[in-house]
């Protein structure tokens, strides 16, 4: 109780600032205590390398296809095999890693602040706005987000900014349900009002308080978020509204693969082995983070 | 008396919720690029014509619009249309004008439903026995072995399992089952284990964590100082009761379910909604894309009903 006191009284002292860090701190020591979550990391910052430097170590081009080299097995020139025209699976997967990347952080952003905005609407103003947005939610919810994507794809195109407007469109609603309850928790929680009581102004409870608290979940539905829309690109590209087809993409190797799987099993290997293995680490660090910033997330 | 007002409740419901899904798939798709008539057969067979006699053009188009109503304000066009799916008369294709939607969706309807009632059944089969098994055992290997299996097939979508599966039972152990097409029972299996492992996952970490709780309660205390048996105290106590909460954990899983197998079926070639709906979503076939939105959406929310309806049954403390 004295230290909040002090704190309130001069909020950027050492002292504060030290508290913050080390409520970092130890979110990062018990993060580091899932080794699963800890090897997820590991391999998300390598996917996320790749898909950043990508364009300059991909060895080919990924619209030209070595015409005298088709349908090969992994060798020493195309390490990971080639494709039916000759295109350097490693450089199409580098490529895919980059556009799925794009797509995904894009696409989580936009149901991310769509989100932010109907949620602190429904929370702070409440009555009429809050119930008209619930039900809305409610009929989101329902339905899977992949109908509407495909539909808004019909509407926008197949570019990169029209994938992301349409599968971040229709993931609004979860983050919005989230938002809006944490609103609703901290207005009326009992730290809150004890910090109020306080005499802690208005500013230093939404910063000291209530910050922490948002920042830790919100990170852990985004950690959620972006393995979904990955997914969700993949889907589109398997029903053939992915991306335009020079550009490639996880899905449509994936879908291309298995239509002659009998004859080149090797060119689903690569592409469908380092989709999965992704997915799964996005997965185990998104589970790690729950469980190191939640406050009910151990078991 | 008051399951007769619960079930007509959630039918107007779900009434009210496939109107929007109507009146938002048609709004979206009448202001996209090419519009219903651009994109049809009749407006490609016409192309010609344009050049030639701009005024016939113009005429046969003004009758093939006021023939499929589109001269109408949007508003009408759009009640017209709920009216017409609400009472399961979908009309004909857009690109094959000869094909009836209501027989295409009538072969391949069903096979989707056989699909996600089988992944839902088998994800209980085997989701319940390893959450038990997690849970008895917990903090040991078992459990993280079960607990990281669970985790991974909610991880990895099912699209990718079906290649997995494919590359599995088509290439390392061939001729054991079939990996393509869909005719008889043997068909059906992959497809079902690939649709099933995200349930599995959700189920298994459910019964886990729902049956620890459990086991901590009282009455189990009570039931081991009465000197009950091991295995009919975890099942008739402890795994009873964590089974009725677990119902209400499957429902939402059905939309992911559906979801999945219009994936799969891609893969594994089964002719089934799938195939329909990517058909008519590539084509731009409008009237085929929202009737199969319109159905896949009814199915979600029928199978969700069902749930709950028989969560009430089993869970007598459930008021309707």
Known sequence: MAS???????????????????QLYQGWKRF???????????????????????????????????????????TWKHIFGTDNVGHDMFSQILYSIRSALIIAIGATLVSFIIGI??????????????????????????????LFALILVIMLGRGYLSLILAIGIPGWAGYARLIRSLVLSMRDGEMVEAARALGASQAHIA????????????????????PGDLIQIAGLSIFGMGLRPPIPSFGSMIAQASENILGFPWLLYFPAGIFAITLLSFLFVADGLQEAFSPKGGN | MAIVKFISKRIIQIIITLILVISVSYIMMYYSPGGFMHTSTMATALAPLQGQNPVLYQEVMAQ???????????????????????????????QNPSLQIAGQL??????????????????????????????????TWVDYVVSTISLAGQAIPAFVLAVIMVLLFGVVFQGILPVTGWGNWKQAILPIICLSAANVGVVARYMRGSLIETLRSDYIRTAKAKGVKYWPMIMKHG???????????????????????????????IPALGQVMQMAFTSFDYPLAITSVFLLGSMIMIMNLMVDIIYAFIDPRVKL
Request: aromatic share 12%; net charge positive.
């Open chain 2, 106 to 139: 009538k072969q391949t309807l069903p096979i989707s439903v056989m699909l996600a009632f089988g992944a839902v059944l088998l994800s209980v089969i085997v989701g319940v026995p390893l959450g038990i098994i997690a849970a008895l055992k917990r903090n």
């Open chain 1, 4 to 22: 909040t006191v002090t704190a309130t009284q001069s909020p950027d002292t050492a002292v504060s600032k030290q508290r913050r860090r080390s």
């Open chain 2, 239 to 269: 795994v009873k009761n964590s089974l009725t909460a677990m119902i209400t954990v499957i429902g939402p899983q059905f939309a992911f379910t559906v979801m999945g197998t219009i994936w799969v079926e891609q893969i594994f070639a």
């Open chain 1, 207 to 226: 910063r000291r308080y209530m910050l922490p608290n948002v920042v830790g979940s919100m990170g852990v539905a985004l950690a959620f978020g972006i």
């Open chain 2, 64 to 94: 093939f619009q006021s023939r499929y109503g589109l001269d109408l304000p949007l508003w009408q066009q759009i009640a017209k249309y709920i009216w017409h799916e609400l009472t399961f008369d979908f009309g004909n294709s857009m």
């Open chain 1, 32 to 74: 580091k205590r899932h080794r699963l979550a800890v090897i997820g990391l590991v391999w998300v910052v390598i996917f996320v390398l790749a898909g950043i430097i990508g364009p300059w170590v991909a060895p080919y081009d990924y619209r030209t296809g070595d015409f005298l080299a088709i349908n090969q097995g992994p």
């Open chain 1, 117 to 146: 905005i109907l949620g602190l609407w429904a929370g702070l103003r409440g009555g009429l706005a809050d119930v008209i947005i619930m039900r809305a939610v409610d009929f989101m919810m329902t339905l899977p987000g992949f």
